[in-house]
């Protein structure tokens, strides 16, 4: 398979004022399309061509790095368009996802505590999650391009914590980041799609 940078789902404004229209141009036209060219020149002559792009992130990891970087935020960036929308955030949860967040995560005020620091405590580039592992929620941070799919569990929501995904909006702000990203920008019917394709 080949890389294909996708459309967003939404307007470039449709995010703002939590998300700027300048913020997901350059994230998406620029950031994202330079993962999809790259990965495609470092795809050729791999031995995974024909491959899905999960299998690609999970046999290039620790054997093929640039290509592993590559695809793996081809990967991330797929999703992390849809894991935002308009008017998204806050606590009206489906009640399959609330009821997990309750058992497995203590319930949903410390699942947003939680996810905020693990955010802010991924030193440098990478990503907080929330991953199905072993049946079970949980909260994961990865470095760079790194994912849960090479940590044996399956990604449901991600956050983008590479400065270029918010500090033309926050500066250095990335609690502030990570707070709006939570309470008004989640789309929590594709978390649920990715939580019962998981299970």
């Not at 229209?21 to 470092?42: M, R, S, W």
């Not at 592993?68 to 996802?97: E, V």
């Amino acid at each position: 398979m080949s890389f294909e940078l996708p459309d967003l789902p939404y307007a470039y404004d449709a995010l703002a004022p939590y998300m700027s229209a300048e913020t997901l141009e350059f994230h998406h036209d620029k950031h994202h399309q330079a993962y999809v060219t790259k990965g495609n020149e470092l795809l050729a002559g791999s031995g995974l061509e024909g491959k899905s792009l999960e299998e690609i992130v999970k046999e290039s990891y620790g054997k093929n790095a640039p290509l592993f970087n590559n695809a793996g935020q081809h990967y991330n960036h797929i999703h992390f368009w849809k894991w935002m929308k308009k008017d998204g955030g806050g606590t009206s949860l489906p009640g399959a996802l609330a009821s997990a967040i309750d058992s497995d995560l203590g319930g949903y005020d410390k699942f947003r505590a939680d996810f905020i620091a693990a955010g802010v405590g991924q030193f440098g580039s990478g990503w907080a999650w929330l991953a199905v592992k072993d049946g079970k929620l949980e909260i994961m941070k990865t470095p760079n391009g790194e994912n849960p799919l090479v940590h044996g569990a399956a990604p449901i929501l991600g956050c983008d914590v590479w400065e270029h995904s918010y500090y033309i909006d926050y500066r250095n702000a990335r609690p502030k980041y990570l707070e709006a990203f939570i309470d008004n920008m989640i789309n929590w019917d594709y978390v649920l799609e990715m939580y019962e394709a998981a299970k």
